[in-house]
C-alpha cells in the first residue's frame, strides 16, 4: 500500500504593514479631502465676488441713469423757469468768484513757475544752438538711419521680389558689406 503523504504549510502574516498602508491612504484621503474643501470654498468666494461686482455695475449704471436724467429736469426746469435759471446763473458767479479766488492765492507761484520753465528752455535752445557738434550729428545720425531704412527696405525688396525664395546670398553679403562700410566711415 502506498503511504499517504500529507503537506502542511504554515504562513505566518506580518499585518503591520497592511495597517501601514491603509493609515497611509487615510492620511492621503484627508489631505485630498482637504484641499477639495479649499478649492470649493475659494470656487464660491470668486463666484460670490464676480456676483457682488456684477451687483454693483448695475447699482452704478442705475444711479448713472438717474443722475442723467436728474441733469435732464433740471436743464429743462432751468430753461423755462425764471427762479430756476436765477439759481443757476447765481451758481455759475458763484464758481467763477471761487476760481477767481484760488488763482489770486496761488497764481504768483503758477507765473514763478511758467517763467522758470521759460528760463530752462531758453538755456537748453541757447547751449544746442552753441554746439557746434550738434546739428553734424544729428545729420549723420539722420543719414546713418535713412541708410539703415534703405538696407532694410532693399532686403525686404530682394526678398519679396523671389516671391519667397531665399534671396541670393551675394546680395545679403553686398548689402552687409556696404551697411559695414557706412559704420566705418559714415561720410
Same mark, same amino acid.
Given at each position: 500500500?502506498?503511504?499517504?503523504?500529507? #503537506? *502542511?504549510?504554515?504562513?505566518?502574516?506580518? &499585518? +503591520?504593514? *497592511?495597517?501601514?498602508?491603509?493609515?497611509?491612504?487615510?492620511? @492621503?484621503?484627508? =489631505?485630498?479631502? /482637504?484641499? #477639495?474643501?479649499?478649492?470649493?470654498?475659494?470656487?464660491?468666494?470668486?463666484? /460670490?465676488?464676480?456676483?457682488? +461686482?456684477?451687483?454693483?455695475?448695475?447699482?452704478?449704471?442705475?444711479?448713472?441713469?438717474?443722475?442723467?436724467?436728474? $441733469? $435732464?429736469? %433740471?436743464?429743462?426746469?432751468?430753461?423755462?423757469?425764471?427762479?430756476?435759471?436765477?439759481?443757476?446763473?447765481? @451758481?455759475?458767479?458763484? $464758481?467763477?468768484?471761487?476760481?477767481?479766488?484760488?488763482?489770486?492765492?496761488?497764481?504768483?507761484?503758477?507765473? /514763478? +513757475?511758467?517763467? @522758470?520753465?521759460?528760463?530752462?528752455?531758453?538755456? %537748453?535752445?541757447? =547751449?544746442? /544752438?552753441?554746439? &557746434?557738434?550738434?546739428? &553734424?550729428?544729428?545729420?549723420?545720425?539722420?543719414?546713418?538711419? $535713412?541708410?539703415?531704412?534703405?538696407?532694410?527696405?532693399?532686403?525686404?525688396?530682394?526678398?519679396?521680389? #523671389?516671391?519667397?525664395?531665399? &534671396?541670393?546670398? @551675394? +546680395?545679403?553679403?553686398?548689402?552687409?558689406? %556696404?551697411?559695414?562700410?557706412?559704420?566705418?566711415?559714415?561720410?
Amino acid at each position: 500500500m502506498a503511504k499517504q503523504m500529507k #503537506a *502542511v504549510i504554515r504562513a505566518e502574516v506580518d &499585518p +503591520s504593514g *497592511v495597517v501601514k498602508g491603509v493609515s497611509k491612504a487615510e492620511a @492621503e484621503l484627508k =489631505r485630498l479631502n /482637504a484641499t #477639495a474643501a479649499r478649492t470649493a470654498a475659494a470656487t464660491g468666494a470668486t463666484a /460670490a465676488l464676480n456676483v457682488a +461686482s456684477i451687483a454693483a455695475n448695475m447699482v452704478g449704471k442705475a444711479a448713472g441713469a438717474a443722475a442723467g436724467r436728474a $441733469e $435732464e429736469i %433740471e436743464k429743462m426746469a432751468t430753461t423755462f423757469n425764471i427762479d430756476a435759471a436765477n439759481a443757476a446763473t447765481m @451758481e455759475q458767479i458763484a $464758481e467763477f468768484r471761487r476760481q477767481e479766488q484760488i488763482a489770486a492765492a496761488i497764481g504768483p507761484d503758477i507765473a /514763478a +513757475s511758467i517763467r @522758470e520753465r521759460t528760463r530752462m528752455r531758453d538755456i %537748453e535752445a541757447q =547751449r544746442m /544752438a552753441a554746439d &557746434p557738434l550738434l546739428g &553734424p550729428g544729428v545729420g549723420n545720425f539722420m543719414v546713418g538711419q $535713412e541708410l539703415m531704412n534703405q538696407t532694410g527696405r532693399a532686403a525686404l525688396d530682394t526678398g519679396i521680389s #523671389a516671391a519667397g525664395a531665399i &534671396p541670393p546670398i @551675394e +546680395s545679403i553679403r553686398t548689402m552687409i558689406d %556696404e551697411f559695414r562700410k557706412f559704420l566705418r566711415n559714415p561720410f
